[in-house]
């Protein structure tokens, strides 16, 4: 569908040089013509105090790390705000691979000397569209804290490609980083029906294999979700998507799961929580904390 090409270009867009450096003037010129609403997240001091500051926090970051051709690219676009890069998006790239390459050749000498510098600067090392061995890798090459912006687990859902093993997730909690647990049907279950129990499991079974300190929301989708959309562009794009996606969806084609494809999810979430007997700390830790530490980590100042 339109919607799906566009959707792709924006991503695709985004890894090239150029066009990174023109995103970065885009979101910098929305927050700096905005100063009343937005605020850019790249001390720790912004990211400690922005519930109080009453705006929205724009955390600047990339789904890939094509647009890093040269070392010193990670000094520029840190110099420009972002502070964290995904080493792959689905495909291989001059780091590493993606989880939708037939074969995982894992982490190159240049991916590893890109996350050396990732860490020298104070930027996040994103892990959430790389290959089973690219995962491990960097992981194992980071000296901060890893991150899994939205990655589900693979002991839950099994066949599919996007979710991490619990190696790949004792591994990252060891670094002190955080996988945050996507509101995405196909990445919860490999089959229908979904539910809100069923992401939460997800929680539970990070909190029981690493501890509630290494789990987060990484929902994946805006404030209105893509179920949002039109039903036959919904259709389109979920019939359409790569196989390895392991797509499935119920009867009205929705992408996320019910009682959280809409603004308030997080209230669903907590009660959601609440009803596992989770304690208030360890709910406020999933629901942004654990990130916020893992992050004042990462950042050099």
């Known amino acids: ?48 105090s922005i519930a109080q500051l009453n705006k929205i926090g724009m955390l600047i970051t990339n789904q890939d790390s094509k647009h890093f051709i040269t070392l010193d690219d990670v000094n520029l676009f840190y110099g420009l705000g972002q502070r964290v890069s995904q080493i792959t998006y689905n495909d291989k790239n001059k780091l590493g ?29 994103d892990v959430s569209h790389c290959g089973d061995k690219t995962t491990i890798e960097s992981i194992q090459a980071s000296q901060k804290p890893v991150l899994i912006t939205h990655g589900a687990c693979r002991s839950l859902a099994k066949d599919v490609a996007r979710a991490k093993t619990d190696e790949a997730i004792k591994l990252m909690a060891k ?3 955080v996988i945050g647990i996507p509101i995405l049907r196909f990445m919860i279950s490999e089959s229908e029906p979904v539910s809100i129990e069923d992401f939460v499991n997800h929680i539970d079974h990070v909190a029981q ?17 893509e179920d949002y959309l039109p039903k036959d562009i919904r259709k389109g794009r979920l019939e359409n998507a790569p196989k390895k996606y392991q797509t499935h969806t119920n009867e009205d084609y929705l992408l996320t799961i019910e009682k959280l ?8 979430m907590t009660e959601s929580l609440i009803a596992r007997g989770y304690a208030d700390e360890d709910i406020k830790k999933v629901l942004g904390n654990n990130f916020q530490r893992a992050l004042v980590e990462i950042f050099n100042h």
């Open 209 to 225: 294999l690493v501890g509630i300190d290494h789990v987060g929301i990484g929902s994946d989708q805006g404030l209105y979700t």
């Open 261 to 268: 494809n809409h603004p308030h999810r997080l209230y669903d």
């Open 97 to 125: 691979c993606g989880a939708f390459e037939n074969t995982d050749s894992g982490l190159t000498e240049y991916g590893k000397q890109v996350i050396e510098r990732m860490n020298q600067v104070g930027m996040g090392v």
């Open 175 to 177: 670094t002190g980083g």
């Open 1 to 48: 569908t339109a919607y799906r090409r566009q959707r792709q270009m924006c991503i695709r867009d985004r890894t090239s040089h150029s066009d990174m450096l023109k995103f970065l003037a885009t979101q910098n010129g929305i927050i700096a013509s905005n100063p009343h609403y937005f605020e850019r997240i790249d001390t720790k001091e912004k990211l400690k």
